[in-house]
């Protein structure tokens, strides 16, 4: 087919061009033409044969079914104690109100000690709030683990792309003011 397209744009170009010229060489040019017509083969590639399908016959008989509801609900219990790592956060507790706000929106400005007890003290919008350890901070359960002069570290549980929960390390650290 190839050939037959390289051989025709040629020929085409020679009939534009010898069409300006008169008619002296026309009947010579359609001999040409007859004779390229007959050494010109049209090539088409054979099909490959298709390919053979075999179906797949399903034989119930002596099997177990794959859709019988006391089973499905068995493997689903079976299941259930190995999915959860126990990282879960309690849901039911009482919110604090740290929890409003997310991480990045809460700063560090300082830290004071009372009574042996170590409290950070947090600024969120215009207000100074005082957390401690065990304090839940941020809305992904964030556990206030450790506070030092200069942050505070905490644990925050979240859930992965297949829906465990992990904990992840964040803190949040001091917050210079420069006036």
């Known amino acids: 087919m190839k050939r037959f ?20 060489g026309v009947p010579e040019v359609r001999q040409w033409m007859g004779e390229v017509r007959q050494k010109a083969r049209v090539v088409t590639p054979k ?22 509801q006391q089973k499905l609900t068995a493997a689903f219990a079976k299941q259930e104690p190995a999915a ?7 849901l039911d507790r009482r919110r604090e109100p740290l929890e409003s706000y997310p991480l990045d929106a809460l700063h560090m ?3 004071l000690e009372r009574g042996g007890q170590h409290y950070a003290l947090l600024q969120v919008d215009k ?24 942050a505070v ?24 003011t420069t006036k």
Request: negative net charge; charged residues 20%.
């Open 47 to 68: 099909l490959a044969a298709p390919k053979t399908f075999t179906p797949f016959t399903y034989d119930s008989a002596g099997q177990i079914d794959p859709y019988n």
């Open 84 to 90: 959860g790592n126990g990282l879960k956060p309690d």
């Open 109 to 111: 400005v300082g830290s």
């Open 127 to 150: 207000s100074v709030l005082r957390a401690r350890v065990g304090n839940y901070v941020g809305q992904n359960f964030g556990v206030i683990t450790r506070i030092t002069e200069s």
């Open 5 to 24: 397209h390289a051989t025709l744009l040629p020929v085409g170009l020679m009939l534009l061009t010898l069409a300006g010229c008169g008619d002296d």
């Open 153 to 176: 570290e905490l644990k925050e549980r979240v859930q992965d792309a297949s829906g465990e929960w992990i904990e992840r390390p964040a803190k949040l650290e001091l917050q210079e």
